[in-house]
């Protein structure tokens, strides 16, 4: 079966704009935030995912969880049904209920228990591929329960090594076309040795964040070399002011819940 075709076929993404507490999001370099400028920046991301035509519905802010922006998180859509995952960060572990009955709506729902954790942002859907990073956030037991609910499906998981950085989408992304977006340190892992590959260089490496949508590439602002090579392999680079988002350790692809 496959998960996604090529390109990727988003329709729609779930946001929540940053509140005042998002000044304490989680950071290993915490830097001062201005959660005002934050705010703007979400509005054009907004804007930016408009106009790929995905279909957007915006919550609320809630100042209970300062990382709540991070939409991609407690959640992620496999296959038209809706895991609910364990969060990694303890700050964070509320945030699944934030979401559940939204997802319940719509999707038949899965959700992942103790002692799983996993965090959207290491999840990547990639061409009938599904890897799971195994990082700080994510650990083997959460890698090993989305394996048993969608082995059913004829969906396989693959479990990547994730050292150094956040999420396994901290360094690579995929954005449609068999086009693995990824940090020039991480392009040799065996894992992408199949993808054809945006290689970011070291002083880019932020850029290695994206969203692939159908003919679309949201990037962070200021990358030209990472742009350069988007383009040339056909995709439209939409570009968003992303310094706030930057200091929280978050990038673009985390901002949404998309499917
Ligand atoms: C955190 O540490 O959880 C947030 N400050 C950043 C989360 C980024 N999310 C993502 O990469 N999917």
């Known amino acids: ?8 076929n988003y329709s729609h993404a779930l946001v929540r704009p940053p509140g005042e507490s998002f000044v304490n999001a989680l ?11 934050a705010r703007s920046q979400h509005a054009e991301y907004v804007n930016a995912l408009r106009e790929t035509g995905v279909t957007i519905e915006t919550l ?53 228990t103790a002692p799983a954790s ?24 959460g890698i090993e329960q989305v394996r048993a609910l969608l082995a059913p499906r004829g969906i396989a998981v693959e479990g990547v090594a994730v050292k ?4 396994l989408l901290t360094d690579a992304t995929y954005v449609g076309n068999n086009v693995v977006v990824v940090w020039d340190a991480f392009a040799d892992a065996p894992v992408f040795r199949d993808f054809d590959k945006v290689v970011v260089p070291n002083e ?45 350790d978050g990038g673009v692809s985390c901002l949404s819940l998309i499917w």
């Open 1 to 8: 079966m496959s998960l996604n075709s090529t390109p990727n």
């Open 27 to 37: 950071a290993v370099n915490p830097q001062p935030i201005d959660a005002a400028l």
């Open 60 to 112: 609320k802010s809630d100042e209970r969880y300062p990382d709540s922006c991070f939409m991609q998180d407690p959640a992620m859509i496999v296959d038209g049904i809706a895991i609910l995952n364990r969060m990694g960060a303890p700050t964070r572990f509320g945030e699944t209920d934030l979401v559940a009955d939204i997802l319940r709506a719509r999707f038949e729902t899965r959700a992942l």
């Open 118 to 141: 996993l965090e959207g942002g290491d999840v990547m859907i990639a061409n009938g591929r599904l890897l799971i990073g195994e990082s700080e956030r994510t650990n083997r037991v």
């Open 164 to 167: 150094g950085m956040l999420h």
């Open 204 to 248: 880019e490496a932020y850029a290695a964040n994206t969203l692939g949508i159908g003919k679309y590439v949201i990037v962070p602002a200021g990358y030209p070399k990472t742009n350069e090579q988007l383009r040339a392999k056909g995709f439209e680079v939409l570009q968003v002011p992303m310094s706030e988002f930057y200091k929280a």
